[in-house]
T-cell receptor
Framework: DAGVIQSPRHEVTEMGQEVTLRCKPI?????LFWYRQTMMRGLELLIY????????DSGMPEDRFSAKMPNASFSTLKIQPSEPRDSAVYFC??????????FGPGTRLTVL | KQEVTQIPAALSVPEGENLVLNCSFT??????LQWFRQDPGKGLTSLLL?????REQTSGRLNASLDKSSGRSTLYIAASQPGDSATYLC??????????????FGQGTILTVHP
């Protein structure tokens, strides 16, 4: 298996633009997670899905953030409009029930 | 709210030393605990997973223990090597409710092993 795949790996955009991050989880994993990592706040859970259904989105910072999982093999995290304080590394992770978490390589987002 | 603390924040040791990284958590009602490794600019790699009913897990030179009642876990690295240099993160999954499946991370221990 190729592991969790994220795209793009790097994204540089200007304030106000829409940003879409993409994730392909490992096949057969029931859970998918979106995390954000910054120096100041460490790793923070944004939202997670179980069997494609959003379970907990309490970590989504504002209405500017939205996430979807239309099927078991694809998820998106969208920021619209983006702001400089959204600059961070965004990780997608997947996990089987009660199992290990597998993280993708991350998307480094810079909002100018 | 679960809080995870890791001590020390940074550690520098000569090659060959055995070392211990510490993790503590405030709510002992956990489902499992995982140790991860993160290399600079990379994603996280799961090293060991300990279920709440287990006391320890071993993988090669790594051994992780769990004392759920006291809210503590340790990661023991034997015969450290320069390639072990990375940030080590501890994370727990709380038991029950909508917390199930959600990892709460510590801030990590930055390990440097010098030749």
């Amino acid at each position: 298996d190729a592991g969790v795949i994220q795209s793009p790996r790097h994204e540089v955009t200007e304030m106000g633009q829409e940003v879409t991050l993409r994730c392909k989880p490992i096949s057969g994993h029931d859970y998918l997670f979106w995390y954000r990592q910054t120096m100041m706040r460490g790793l923070e859970l944004l939202i997670y899905f179980n069997n494609n259904v959003p379970i907990d989105d309490s970590g989504m910072p504002e209405d500017r953030f939205s996430a979807k999982m239309p099927n078991a093999s694809f998820s998106t995290l969208k920021i619209q409009p983006s702001e400089p304080r959204d600059s961070a590394v965004y990780f997608c992770a997947s996990s089987p029930t009660s199992g290990r978490f597998f993280f993708g390589p991350g998307t480094r987002l810079t909002v100018l | 709210k679960q809080e995870v603390t890791q001590i020390p924040a940074a550690l520098s040791v000569p090659e060959g030393e055995n070392l211990v990284l510490n993790c503590s958590f405030t709510d002992s009602a956990i489902y499992n605990l995982q140790w991860f490794r993160q290399d600079p600019g990379k994603g996280l790699t799961s090293l060991l997973l300990i279920q709440s009913s287990q006391r320890e897990q071993t993988s090669g030179r790594l051994n992780a223990s769990l004392d759920k009642s006291s809210g503590r876990s340790t990661l023991y690295i034997a015969a450290s090597q320069p390639g072990d240099s990375a940030t080590y993160l501890c994370a727990v999954v709380d038991a029950g409710g909508t917390s199930y499946g959600k990892l709460t991370f510590g801030q990590g221990t930055i390990l440097t092993v010098h030749p």
